[in-house]
Every structure is written in C-alpha cells, then in structure tokens.
C-alpha cells in the first residue's frame, strides 16, 4: 500500500521477504524496515472506545 508520503507498507510480510522479492525483481530499495507496535499501543488502541473517563482539550 503506498501512502500519501511516498512511503510503503505491506501488511503481515517479512522484511527479509521483501528484500528477496525486490532484489530478484531488480528494483532498488533505499530503506527497508520493520514497522512494529508496542505493547502500549495495543491496549490503547483495543480501549480507546472504553474510556470512563477522559481530559477535555485546554486552549493554548
């Protein structure tokens, strides 16, 4: 999926996986990385519709 950045992902595919796929294709790749969640994302992501209780915005 490119995104509007110019950057790509591919979603459940190793990044050696890649790399072989691209490479044998003879396509030039200037970065190659894994991009992973933390533990802390996770959850808020899975509660964020669960909050009892949440902080109003203040204005600057």
């Given amino acids: 999926m490119q995104h509007d950045d110019g950057h790509w992902t591919v979603p459940h595919?190793?990044?050696d996986?890649?790399?072989l796929l691209t490479?044998?294709?003879g396509v030039?790749?200037?970065e190659l990385a894994a991009?992973?969640?933390t533990?802390?994302?996770?959850?808020?992501?899975?509660?964020?519709?669960?909050?009892?209780?949440?902080?109003?915005?203040q204005e600057a």
Avoid: K, M, N, P
């Fill in 13 to 15: 595919a190793r990044v």
């Fill in 17 to 19: 996986d890649i790399g």
């Fill in 23 to 25: 490479s044998a294709a």
């Fill in 28 to 30: 030039q790749l200037l």
């Fill in 35 to 37: 991009e992973e969640g």
């Fill in 39 to 57: 533990l802390e994302q996770a959850y808020l992501d899975l509660t964020a519709a669960e909050a009892e209780f949440t902080a109003q915005r």
